[in-house]
């Protein structure tokens, strides 16, 4: 699943569209996680970008009148084509047409989303979100307030998209790993230490998964592209019987909420 350092690469890539005229969208098939709005289209046509940018893992298109809410889903890709390119890839759904180029979406699993709103803050996918692990809001004050009141462990709190958004279950594990908190806590049990480290550390794997352009799958492509190579900085997600990096203990593997969790249990301990 593209996380939100895959997300935040998608969108650098089509930032150039700002300020553009999005002369329209053509739906090729409307059954995606949900059906897209039947006016969308037509609410759309001809319609300037004045914004792009992202809020959790949803890429937000700011037009004159309306805007429109892009998730990638399980397997969504953006990819950028001219606009004389007529070839299609299988799973192509919806093409955003401007005056040089179009921007296609690609989701072999049908799980993204297209949403069409006139207030995006008070939709009902956006509205509950915690804040940005990247903004200011996101501190171990924060966290640990988040914590004292919850009775479950760190790591499904930190993947918790009403306490904090974007932290995926790849960089839950990364971000844990560098605060040297085993997963499997108490999050009542943390102190405001910890919460800071944690914090941190979630900052910090994703600026540096960002900055890389960078993703946790082996096959994703930015819309632009160019693939992801932050795979291979991985320290312990998917490297379950391989030594730890710092301690040399054997990286242990175990399943929180029906997802894969990995750690150390010398450092983590």
């Given amino acids: 699943m593209p996380e939100l350092p895959e997300v935040e690469t998608t969108l650098r890539a089509i930032e150039k569209f700002k300020h553009q005229k999005l002369n329209e969208i053509k739906i090729h098939n409307r059954n995606l996680r949900w059906v897209v709005d039947k006016s969308l289209e037509r609410k759309s046509k001809n319609q300037k970008v004045l914004n792009l940018y992202r809020r959790a893992k949803y890429i937000i298109f ?3 009148n309306v805007f429109l809410l892009l998730h990638l889903g399980m397997s969504g890709s953006l990819r950028i084509n001219n606009i004389k390119d007529n070839y299609f890839f299988k799973h192509d759904h919806i ?3 401007f005056d040089k180029e179009k ?4 989701d072999p699993r049908r799980f993204g989303s297209l949403h069409l709103c006139d207030d995006v803050n008070n939709h009902r996918l956006i ?10 809001g996101f501190n171990g004050k924060y966290l640990l307030k988040c914590c004292k ?6 790591k499904t709190l930190l993947m918790n998209q009403k306490n904090v958004v974007g932290i995926g279950n790849i960089y839950a594990s990364e971000s844990l790993y560098l605060s040297e908190i085993n997963p499997k806590k108490n999050s009542q049990k943390l102190t405001l230490e910890e919460c800071n480290k944690l914090a941190s550390s979630s900052k910090r794997v994703l600026k540096e998964a960002i900055k890389v352009g960078g993703t946790t799958l082996k096959n994703f492509y930015s819309a632009d592209g160019s693939p992801g190579y932050f795979s291979i900085k991985l320290n312990v997600y998917g490297r379950d019987g391989q030594e730890c990096k710092k301690c040399k203990q054997e990286i242990q593997k175990l399943t929180i909420n029906q997802r894969a969790t990995f750690y150390c249990p010398n450092c983590q301990n």
């Fill in 95 to 97: 093409e955003f047409i």
């Fill in 149 to 154: 009141r919850s009775k479950t462990n760190i």
């Fill in 103 to 106: 921007v296609i979406y690609n």
């Fill in 127 to 136: 509205s509950a979100l915690g804040p940005e692990p990247l903004s200011k």
């Fill in 62 to 64: 700011e037009l004159e």
